[in-house]
């Protein structure tokens, strides 16, 4: 019933799943559950049946976790949530607080003064918190904190009066701690694996010297002329019954004295009968765990408990209790002291004694502690016992790492007059390993520096970075031995050399040209190498600036104004632009070197070299040197200027250099295709190249194209769209006001803003191929072409088009002498919508033939082959939108260039 009564309540506590997070007092009560019925619960939750773990068995709630659960990764973050949101604020943590300004603001110096105490506020984030947990803000009295959730800090904080004004906000940073504050007292993690994890199992074998008790059960098993099997418990009197001979005494005998005991007795006495004995079950005991448990008090643990295993069932050694000096005492004398730093290090257990009945275990207050850090194999807080020294000490914590300084180890102490003291030594001195450390005292082992002293080393665009050993008279070539050591595309010609002198760590900078001295090994461009060099290979398509602009900061910080940065700049034309260290005696041709040399594109003749001077130590004036490239890679050494600080050398592009321009030609021309052209090459002679035009080419409907007009098309093309958008966004306005004219309008608006934005640009550039062809080259007519430009010439055509507002928009044949009047008759004539007083014809060449007035006469012209005739919609009859005749001139405008083209 009980059973069934803690199910109801655990399913009403968690529904829905995943609603909330069970409390601990939920989980043990699910843990108090029989297995099968517990997965049962489980299941019916939504959770797997793994989903809480701990121990069956009441122990430290702290120690029972809740696993992710089946209700998925959102469940699980909103739990995550939850228990961060209620999670309590403690001593040394750190806080982010922010403050807003009221919606409301006050008076200008009220406004004024809550600035100024909010800039004071936040421009000291984040604060940390004392170790009692207390907030210090600047100008207020101590806040404390600790205890209280992030809501509850932020109420706690909006209550002070200076801040009442003011909408605070505390956010808690969860950093972990660094140093000697991330420090933990050595052994007391041994205590987290929960009540169970040192019980002494049931189904191992009994100790030889096990003192048989009241409570033991003794298993005898006779066979031979008798087969029985009694399980005879241990009386309080101390003996065991056995039938047929009577009580034996057995308690305070050792197991294995009782099994020679029994099977004698058996064996003497009952004639042809052997006994085996054993012990089927243990007597269990009480004992006292007090000090500084965390929970002491009064337990039953097995026979076979040991001194740990009752630590392990009080939960474990407060941080202020002992490890090393844990006491046994028996009938009020002390039996054995234990120190568990022998069992964690050593793993001696001699003094882990089996417990007896009545016992207690005392766990004084620790002792003298001493926290070590940095490199040290464990560190951490150690509890000194017999430890005196600072050598014991770290032999106490695993010894020193490899890359620890044994002659620089730092100790931080209080002095007796409460004020904070340091000592250095030298741990690989006698008198530093004796040195007499005291409680509350803080080693810190310092690292090896991680600059090689003796070494060089090589990086960058190379198969084997690493760090060679140096030595008097190594050069370049000594590291880099062969071109080969090198990765593809490398720059064999600047390599960049950081140089750090030992005694100032003042940083200079020296570049070789490798394959210099690889060419000559020992000679003056095989550069000779100094300890702590740092070499790096740079590679022709990568940028630069990772390796020079750190390098550039460095010398920046130790520039004085009597000794300027070296920094000189190459630009324009160069493969790697940007700014270079200035070495000393660096010339033109170095710094060329270091911009990874001239481009194809580069004027090899003259470059311009920018010099700042100061004049007089009153202004900065700017010198132009004109630098003779040509004589410099000639070898003339009174070319190759010397640079000073600051100079900037620009390479000029050549002229005309540019990349290749193409033109296309399709459709009638006897060798169609793309062609690379010459400046200023014209259409005509291209034509010519290009072999003339076919017998059936029909030159006066060519179409000619160009990429910037096309541009200039489509921006006019979404100009118009965006002004005809904007004037039915009037007239859908007026038709909400049932309007019946501007509803029709809307209509054939909305479907002449669709045709627009659908109709692409062509770049159509009207020409007269005929006069062109028959003209000379550069001839009236004749079209200097561009990068991009197309020529298409179609066959001879028979048709005339007749679109727009006519019955039935279409292509007729061509016969001689028709006019347009009667090709738009052959269309079936005008629509209602027709302008008819603003016909036109679009003449092959892409020319318009327009009409003003009138279709008598003149004003009536003849039709060729290949023209089109365009009737456009009358604005008139519609509402008036003046922009709607411009916008349908240009749709079919387009579309009959459109068409031409996509002829071919």
Known sequence: ????????????????????????????????????????????????????????????????????????????????????????????????????????????????????????????????????????????????????????????????????????????????????????PFGYDMFRGGATAFVPGTDIPVPAGYRVGPGDIVDVQLYGQQTRTYSLPVGRDGNVSLPELGPVAVAGRGFSEVQGLLEKRVRDQMIGTQARVTLSELRSQRVLVLGDAEKPGSYVVSSLASVTNALFASGGVKPIGSLRKIEVKRAGKLMRKLDLYDVLLQGDTANDVT?????????????????????????????????????????????????????????????????????????????????????????????????????????????????????????????????????????????????????????SVVSADLSAALAAPGTAPDVLLEARDQITVFDLVSPRNPVVEPLLAELQRQSRPSDPMGIAYVEGVVNAPGAYPLEHGMRVSDLLRAGGGLQDSAYAQTAELSRQTVVDGNARRTEILTVDLAQIRAGDASADIELQPYDTLHVKSTPEWGRAEFVELRGEVKFPGRYQIRRGETLAGLVERAGGLTSIAFARGAVFTREDLKERERQELDRLATRLQGELAGLSLQAAQTDPGASQALAAGQGLLGQLRATKPVGRLVIDLDRVLRGPAHGEGDVTLRDGDLLVVPRMTEEVMVLGEVQNPTSHLYRAGMTRDEMIGLSGGFTSRADKKRAYVVRANGSVVAQSSGFRGSSNPAIEAGDSVVVPLDAEKMRPLPMWTAVTTIIYNLAIAATAIARL
Not at 35 to 49: E, F, M, N, T, V
Not at 115 to 130: A, S, V, W
Not at 439 to 460: M, Y
């Open 1 to 184: 019933m009980f059973l069934g009564l803690a199910a109801t309540v655990l399913l009403m506590a968690f529904a829905p799943a995943g609603a909330q997070t069970p409390t601990a007092e939920q989980i043990r009560m699910l843990q108090s559950l029989p297995p099968a019925q517990r997965d049962a619960l489980l299941q019916q939750l939504g959770l797997s049946p793994g989903a809480v773990s701990g121990s069956t068995t009441p122990a430290r709630t702290d120690q029972i976790t809740v696993q992710p659960s089946a209700a998925g990764p959102e469940a699980d973050a909103a739990m995550r949530a939850a228990q961060e949101r209620d999670r309590r604020i403690k001593g040394s943590e750190q806080l982010l607080i922010e403050l807003t300004l009221p919606s409301n603001p006050p008076a200008e110096m009220e406004l004024a003064r809550l600035k100024e105490l909010r800039k004071r506020i936040i421009t000291r984030n984040p604060y940390e918190l004392t170790r009692l947990g207390v907030l210090q803000l600047p100008g207020f009295e101590p806040i404390p904190l600790a205890g209280l959730t992030q809501k509850e800090a932020q109420e706690r904080l909006a209550l002070d009066p200076l801040l009442r004004d003011f909408t605070v906000a505390v956010t808690v940073l969860r950093v972990d701690p660094q140093g000697a504050r991330a420090l933990k």
């Open 355 to 507: 417990l007896q009945t009545g016992d207690v275990v005392f766990i004084p207050p620790v002792g003298p502690t001493v926290g070590i850090d940095g490199e040290i194999r464990r560190p951490a807080i150690y509890e000194l016992a017999h430890e005196k020294t600072l050598g014991e000490l770290v032999a106490l914590a695993g010894g020193l790492t490899p890359e620890a300084d044994a002659s620089v180890v730092t100790i931080e102490r209080v002095g007796p007059n409460g004020v904070h003291d340091a000592v250095t030594l030298d741990l690989g001195a006698p008198s530093g390993r004796a040195f007499v450390v005291r409680s509350g005292d803080v080693v810190r082992i310092a690292a090896v520096r991680p600059v090689i002293d003796n070494g060089i080393t090589l990086a960058g665009h190379v198969y084997r970075p690493a760090v060679y050993a140096w030595r008097q008279g190594l050069r370049l070539s000594d590291v880099i031995r062969s071109i080969d050591d090198l990765k593809p595309r490398a720059d064999t010609h600047y390599v960049l050399i950081r140089r750090e002198a030992p005694e100032s760590r003042r940083v």
